[in-house]
């Protein structure tokens, strides 16, 4: 009879175990480190949490490391939602890492150029143009930068810096070098004559790492780079007098994008999650501590935001590249950049 006892009560304990343990979800995400992952725990993690009963796991990473982990793992992902440049995106997509984007009610008001397909979507706008030390430049007697053919300006020799062509910033730099050459991304050729004779001589670092860019900046080793909006409000905010500049021509779009993992064991918490992303009031959030531009157009910016970062009417003259003709190429122009322009 005893032993009887004890097997009912070990099923009632299991029983009543079951919803507890039902409950105990890990959604596990990859994005941008730094101020980024700052951000994302201490000002959109805690509510998702509370309101969907999930653990949110951060694995930080810029968008090419956050992609060859996708790769490295393709039999069993680690990730459940991803966010990358819109360039690595389209690789992730391509490569069968992204699952199809379920149609919500959230999706309704966002812009039709965030939509980037069936499987991924753009959650802000960052905008690749010049950043520049505003003291800087009234100390000279300069005015802000215009063109990106004031890249090219013997003045700013030696305190120039642009990131490689591995960042997307550079990789910016070089389709608009090769259109404003006569060439574009399916003849580069142009951009990569320009880049190599006419720009590199002006640049005294080619520097990939945001932080190390920053103290380029503020230890007034560099006057201008080529960066994006977010990355110069989040310098502005520390104090120092960075002011970021749309060049005539356009500055160009840089997405950062989000899409549901494949394969995950918490798909439908994926799917909550990058809808909780395209939340207007998160949108102005991310838009505060970020400096992207909200894709929903709802979301409403206060005006110092809204002056400087892509947003409403800026949004109709943002410069797109055309990946599907990057992305297959961007290994031969990898190489070729470490040979002509990194020499």
């Known amino acids: 009879m005893m032993n009887k006892k004890l097997a009912l009560a070990a099923v009632l304990g299991l029983t009543t175990a079951l919803p507890a343990m039902a409950q105990d979800k890990t959604l596990t995400v990859g994005g941008y480190g730094g101020s980024f992952e700052t951000l994302m725990k201490e000002l959109i993690i805690p509510e998702f949490e509370k309101a969907h009963d999930v653990s949110i796991a951060f694995v930080p990473g810029n968008s090419t490391e956050n992609l060859a982990r996708l790769q490295a793992q393709r039999n069993s992902q680690e990730l459940d939602v991803v966010i990358l440049d819109d360039g ?95 060439g574009g991304e399916e003849d580069i050729d142009p951009g990569f004559e320009v880049m190599a004779n006419e720009i ?27 960066w994006g909006s977010g990355r110069t409000k989040s310098l502005a905010d520390t104090g120092f007098p960075a002011a970021f500049a749309y060049p005539e021509e356009g500055a160009v779009a840089l997405m950062i994008a989000a899409c549901p993992v494949v394969d995950s064991d918490v798909p439908e918490e994926a799917q909550a999650f990058i809808d909780y992303l395209l939340d207007p009031e998160i949108q102005v959030r991310l838009a505060d501590a ?3 531009g909200p894709v929903n157009t709802t979301a409403e910016l206060p005006q110092e935001l809204a002056e400087t970062l892509p947003y409403g009417d800026k949004i109709d003259s943002l410069v797109a590249v055309d990946w599907d003709t990057i992305n297959p190429a961007r290994q031969d122009w990898t190489s070729r950049w470490a040979r002509e322009v990194e020499r």
Request: glycine share 8%; net charge negative; with cysteine.
């Open 88 to 182: 690595p995106m389209y690789q992730a997509d391509a490569l069968g890492f992204c699952a199809p984007i379920e149609d919500t009610e959230a999706k309704a008001d966002v812009y039709d150029i965030a939509r980037l397909g069936e499987n991924s979507i753009g959650v802000g706008f960052v905008a690749t143009g010049f950043t520049y030390n505003t003291e800087w430049f009234e100390r000279e007697g300069w005015e802000p930068p215009k063109s990106w053919l004031d890249l090219q300006d013997e003045k700013y020799e030696g305190i120039l810096s642009i990131p490689p062509i591995t960042n997307t910033y550079g990789l910016h730099t070089l389709v608009m070098a090769a259109r404003l050459a006569g």
């Open 290 to 292: 970020m400096g992207t």
């Open 200 to 226: 590199a001589p002006n640049v005294l670092v080619f520097e990939p790492s945001s932080g190390k860019m920053s103290e380029l900046f503020q230890s007034e080793e560099i006057a201008l780079s080529i």
